[in-house]
């Protein structure tokens, strides 16, 4: 999650080609510590894994993409061409099924929607490189942008009668709920009142009506979406699932902060230019939904301040979020 930063170029040579590691290690003069250290490196073990499956051949770089708190993520440059290569495992404490990730990658592949998925096995998932600018908050909240995301929303989730297999369920209310009694459970420092506040979420899920469930990207942070210069691609489809289609489009406005009074902008964009006036009720759903997005977020980071080991100020993210959660929450015209 959260938006990338700059990669960390690697160039690692075909073993077949390169000199023997003592002969590296002379060269640099490092210790065995070090080089022990550097074949650890989690670039090495994927090239190894590459290696050993056959995907890549000759000289091969490897970047190493920044900014994800959940998985290892590199741009693999091959002879053949450029993959994005991900090493991750399950997370059940965070709700991340790999199974389910590869068939609704695979799903989204199909509809266009996300880069062609290459090779998967348990760990390790390898799609095709989408050369382009990942997105900012504020790419996001440009009118044309934010109608050309709208409308991939509206393809993924419109195509739910041509997709098969067997996909997940997701619920934001759920997640909320699991993430703080997880939370809880480990001993994270859950902010005073959210008893309270769950209460409060558990109320607003019981206004949300009777819907068609469809395939959900459901963590539509800005550096999920690439622009490639023609269109845009979602990548990162660990947290997707069969749900409700209103909260990718509240989680879109969250993520990339969306002014409120742009909600029914958002919103009309989304149905398209033939759906006619909107329906206040569905309004109303997308800001309850939106706060649920905000809760979750928090929530989810409140379990890696204690589940993680990876080095990043998850306190912080959870408590701009539980902030933001109370702001939005006290904007809305429905009563706690």
């Given at each position: ?28 003069r490092?210790?065995?510590q ?39 993520n590199?741009?693999?440059g ?9 090493l ?6 965070l ?9 609704c ?21 390898v799609s ?9 908050a ?8 934010l109608?050309?995301?709208?409308a991939?929303?509206r ?8 997709l098969?297999g067997?996909?997940?369920s997701?619920?934001?209310?759920r997640?909320?709920?699991?993430y703080?009694r997880?939370a ?10 959210i008893d ?19 395939l ?22 660990e ?10 489009l509240?989680?879109l ?5 969306l ?15 033939d ?62």
């Amino acid at each position: 999650m959260l938006e990338s930063s700059p990669r960390i170029p690697v160039e690692i040579p075909d073993r077949r080609e390169g000199r023997p590691w003592q002969a590296v290690r002379r060269a640099l003069r490092i210790s065995r510590q070090r080089l022990r250290t550097i074949a650890d490196r989690p670039d090495r073990r994927l090239l190894r894994r590459l290696r050993r499956l056959d995907l890549v051949r000759g000289r091969v770089a490897i970047d190493r993409l920044g900014g994800g708190i959940t998985n290892h993520n590199f741009a693999v440059g091959a002879p053949d061409g450029k993959y994005m290569a991900r090493l991750g495992e399950d997370l059940p404490l965070l709700g991340v099924d790999r199974r389910n990730e590869v068939a609704c990658h695979r799903a989204a592949a199909g509809l266009n929607l996300a880069p062609e998925l290459v090779y998967h096995e348990p760990g390790l998932l390898v799609s095709r490189f989408v050369e382009g600018r990942t997105m900012t908050a504020s790419d996001l909240r440009e009118p044309d942008r934010l109608a050309h995301a709208s409308a991939l929303l509206r393809h993924l989730h419109r195509s739910r009668d041509e997709l098969t297999g067997e996909f997940l369920s997701f619920c934001p209310f759920r997640a909320s709920f699991t993430y703080a009694r997880t939370a809880a459970r480990l001993g994270a420092a859950l902010p005073a009142g959210i008893d309270a506040v769950l209460e409060d979420v558990l109320r607003l899920s019981r206004r949300i009506d009777p819907f068609l469930p469809s395939l959900c990207h459901n963590d539509l942070l800005p550096a999920n979406w690439i622009d490639d210069g023609r269109r845009l691609w979602l990548v990162d489809w660990e947290y997707a699932g069969i749900g409700h289609p209103l909260f990718d489009l509240a989680n879109l406005a969250a993520t990339c902060g969306l002014e409120p009074d742009r909600e029914a902008e958002l919103l009309a964009a989304y149905l398209g230019p033939d759906a006619g006036p909107i329906d206040p009720v569905e309004l109303d759903e997308l800001r309850i939904f939106r706060a649920a997005s905000l809760l979750r977020e928090a929530l989810w980071s409140e379990v890696q301040t204690v589940a993680s080991d990876i080095d990043f100020d998850y306190r912080r993210y959870a408590d701009e979020n539980h902030q933001a959660y109370r702001e939005y929450r006290a904007r809305l015209e429905i009563p706690s």
